[in-house]
């Protein structure tokens, strides 16, 4: 882990930013419900949670790179969050567990239809590498289970989870201008990651 940011001083870092997030998602979760108290505003807050934990994955998924590749005070602030932009996604996703639970309870019709068993065992298995990643994002539990298990479980838990995006946003590719725009980002994403592990070994090719 690079260890080379400064300590953070400002008011966004660390727990304050996983908590202001948070409360932000559960009142705009809590605000759709209100204007939609049925099915609908249950299927509002699956949309808008699904797109939230995409942009909160994104950021978390490309610190590092971002970081390495274009240094400055706002790539070094994601890159020092990176592990509260990921917990800042588990609770967005938290959050999506919860609307599809109250999406089927209040139309069990609905969610048969909107879902399959394609949905549910990769969701299931989605949501298996979220908690585990969430577990051992914690020094304590991290030590526990070890650098090389540590680094397994999040490498696979990430691009499994990036595969789960690119699938539940490409196939509805065509229902909106939000679907393209949400696979672009993931793209990009995954190409900042590569360009930069592309600069490191560039750079320790030339050291070398
Ligand atoms: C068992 C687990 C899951 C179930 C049952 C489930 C269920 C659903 C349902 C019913 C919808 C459609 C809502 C509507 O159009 O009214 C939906 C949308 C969506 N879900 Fe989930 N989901 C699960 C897990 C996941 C996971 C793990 C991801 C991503 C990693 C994900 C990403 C999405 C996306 C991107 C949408 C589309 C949102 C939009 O239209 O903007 N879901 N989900």
Redesign the pocket.
Known sequence: MDTSDPTPNGFFEQWRLLAGIAALLALACAALLTLSPDA?G???V??????T??VL?CLAFCASAMARLWPGPLTRWQRRNRRMLGLSFATS?LL??G??VL??ALDPG??HQ??NLV?????????LF?IAMAATSFRQSAAWIGPRAWSILHTCGTYY?WI??L???GK?FM?GP??PL?VALLVAALAIRLAAQLHVARAGQVQG
């Open positions: 609908s249950a299927r509002m699956i949309r808008f949670t699904a797109r934990s995409l994955f996703h999506h567990a609307a599809i999406f089927a609905g969610f909107a879902t949905t549910y065992i990769n969701g299931g298995i989605a949501y979220i989870l789960s995006f699938i539940a946003f509805r229902l939000v679907y949400a």
